[in-house]
């Protein structure tokens, strides 16, 4: 099913853009550095790819068809290749790796009667001896540019008198679909296969023996990775070697790996969790499906100025908490997008030489966009003003904040609950409640023991867990501001502590070292009739020192106290210790908004 969705994209793309696309006799290629050749083939420039900072960005080229090398064997490509094929022994490389690329380009040029100087030129080139290739390169490389060759990387060779590619002079693309047809015609019989991806009958000589290499995988090889691939005995059937197991078209083969490696390079298709690689795609015209998923994860960065359209899906998927506040629903805010188009979602992890499939998620973009929407209905609060993407959430949960220090699963775990709109993790709820349990506020670094993304994140899974388990009270007790009409005596108990400390701050200044909060958090949200009695006993000194705010803030506490019932619970569950999190943000937020913000 996946590889037949990438085909049906790969069809989509033939209606779209047509003659862009690679045909069946070539593929696209990464390259890191081009080739100059003069006229008569000798090397006249070295050229690396880099970017404005002088990193490392490679281009992307249609070149002639490359498939999967085997192992350390020795399989040259034409015009296209590393410089253990092109320069051989000149490079204190394998010259055997130029030998056979020699070998091939011969058969490949005999194929075309022109007499063309590109053709002289490529001629030229393949006769260099290694003492005149090494003698050339000698002139034109330092040590960086030699140190870059040998790490690896594909080259392509462009001819210097004009500024144009070998490949893509149409003589020399002719006789490359000359040999490429000829080599493909073996004696195949009338045996013919079912193609898994097709359905169509294909002969036996047309079934891919190996499938495309996938590139841009976090953690797989630089050179690519198989999704499908048999190496082992144990792995084949009724004595069908390789990829025979699971017959597929060389066409078929190629549009899935081409569509997916299209993917795997684009940053709006795909994103990073840890380990793990998220392609997704809609079928559809537009780029909006991405961008209302990709959104989950794009983080807005403080340098980037870049002025954004209110209209822009990014944006508002960014307000998507503030446009929940203000009663709007999906279907509202996303009226232009195609809720029929379907949208997919897969996830890959590398394993040694070939892909696992961590997961696979098929909907129309208007579910995902319910689901997302959903996730967002959860998370809003009062005091949250941005959409908060997967990465700022777990960032909550890290120690010190370090992305880093997050297990490399939560991102996933995160994921599959949005998508299929499942509670979220005991594992992260657990880990959140210990890091307010033991983190101060810190606020020159914008760090909260319990702010607005923390407090969302708690809402949520609360949210989440009474509606998976159908706890329809549990459900109306958690709202986006302050409840004082709720029957939860954690809630109340969150609500008092902030009363509490507010009376401390109001008696004795903002800037005394430390409150009730840093000294008694974990105690009160844990075990409360050990500690609220000895609080509320403080608190009596504390009304009597304040003149200004002290009658008040008593009666803030008799407000609070009203709800709760005569004896303090004994201890409290770790989600009651979220109830409890979440009563303090509310009282706070109502502590310390203005009434006309109110």
């Not at 193609?195 to 590139?215: D, F, M, V, Y």
């Amino acid at each position: 099913m996946i590889l037949q969705a990438l085909h049906r994209y790969y069809q989509l793309l033939l209606e779209k853009e047509g003659n862009n696309l690679p045909r069946e006799e070539f593929s696209s290629a990464d390259v890191s550095f081009e080739i100059h050749l003069d006229d008569k083939g000798h090397v006249a420039a070295i050229i690396q790819y880099v970017n404005e900072k002088g990193k490392v960005e490679k281009q992307t080229y249609n070149v002639p068809k490359q498939t999967l090398r085997p192992g350390k064997g020795i399989k040259p490509y034409f015009l296209c290749d590393k410089t253990e094929y092109l320069f051989g022994a000149a490079l204190s490389m394998r010259e055997e790796c130029r030998e056979g690329m020699k070998s091939l380009w011969c058969d490949v040029l005999k194929l075309t009667t022109s007499d063309a100087p590109k053709v002289k030129a490529l001629y030229g080139f393949i006769n260099l001896s290694e003492e005149q290739l090494s003698e050339q390169l000698d002139l034109l490389m330092d040590e960086n540019l030699k140190k870059a060759l040998l790490s690896g990387g594909f080259c392509v060779l462009k001819y210097a008198p004009t500024g144009e590619f070998f490949h893509d002079d149409k003589y020399i693309q002719k006789a490359w679909e000359d040999y490429y047809k000829q080599s493909s015609e073996e004696i195949s019989g009338d045996k013919v296969q079912t193609c898994l991806i097709t359905g169509e009958q294909t002969p036996i000589n047309q079934i891919a023996r190996l499938h495309p290499s996938i590139k841009n995988v976090v953690g797989a090889q630089s050179s690519g990775a198989a999704i499908v691939s048999f190496n082992i005995p144990s792995f084949c059937s009724y004595e069908r070697d390789q990829s025979y197991n699971a017959p597929t078209s060389k066409k078929a083969a190629d549009a899935y790996g081409y569509v997916l490696n299209r993917f795997l390079a684009d940053p709006k298709h795909r994103v990073r969790l840890n380990d793990m690689t998220v392609v997704f795609w809609a079928e559809s015209a537009t780029l909006s499906g991405q961008d209302l998923f990709s959104s989950l994860f794009e983080e807005v960065k403080k340098e980037d100025h870049t002025p954004i359209s209110e209209e822009s899906v990014r944006e508002r998927v960014r307000s998507a908490v503030l446009r929940i506040r203000q009663g709007q629903n999906f279907r509202d805010t996303f009226h232009d997008l195609d809720a029929d188009a379907t949208f997919y979602v897969l996830g890959l992890s590398p394993n040694a030489a070939r892909l696992s499939v961590r997961f696979w998620y098929t909907g129309t973009l208007g579910e995902i966009g319910e689901r997302v929407w959903e996730h967002y209905k959860d998370l809003a609060i009062t005091g949250l003003e941005r959409s908060p993407t997967i990465r700022e959430l777990l960032r909550e949960i890290a120690v010190g904040h370090d992305w880093s220090n997050i297990p490399p699963n939560m991102e996933g775990q995160m994921l599959r609950s949005i998508l299929i709109g499942s509670p979220f993790s005991r594992a992260i709820f657990a880990q959140l409640m210990n890091r307010i349990r033991s983190e101060s506020d810190d606020p020159k670094k914008g760090f909260y023991k319990i702010g607005a993304v923390r407090a969302a994140m708690i809402k949520a899974y609360l949210l989440r867990m009474a509606r998976a388990s159908r706890n329809k009270n549990l459900e109306g007790e958690i709202t986006m501001a302050l409840n004082e009409q709720s029957a939860s005596v954690p809630y109340h108990l969150g609500r008092l502590f902030a009363v509490l400390e507010k009376t401390q701050v109001s008696a004795l200044g903002q800037g005394i070292n430390t409150t009730i909060r840093d000294r008694f958090w974990g105690a009160a949200s844990a075990t409360p009739a050990n500690v609220f009695p000895r609080l509320l006993s403080l608190s009596q000194h504390h009304v009597a020192k304040d003149e200004e705010w002290g009658r008040k803030n008593d009666q803030n506490i008799q407000d609070v106290m009203s709800a709760l019932p005569e004896k303090f619970p004994k201890r409290l569950t770790l989600e009651e210790q979220g109830m409890f999190a979440l009563g303090y943000y509310h009282q706070r937020q109502a502590i310390y908004t203005k009434k006309s913000d109110k």
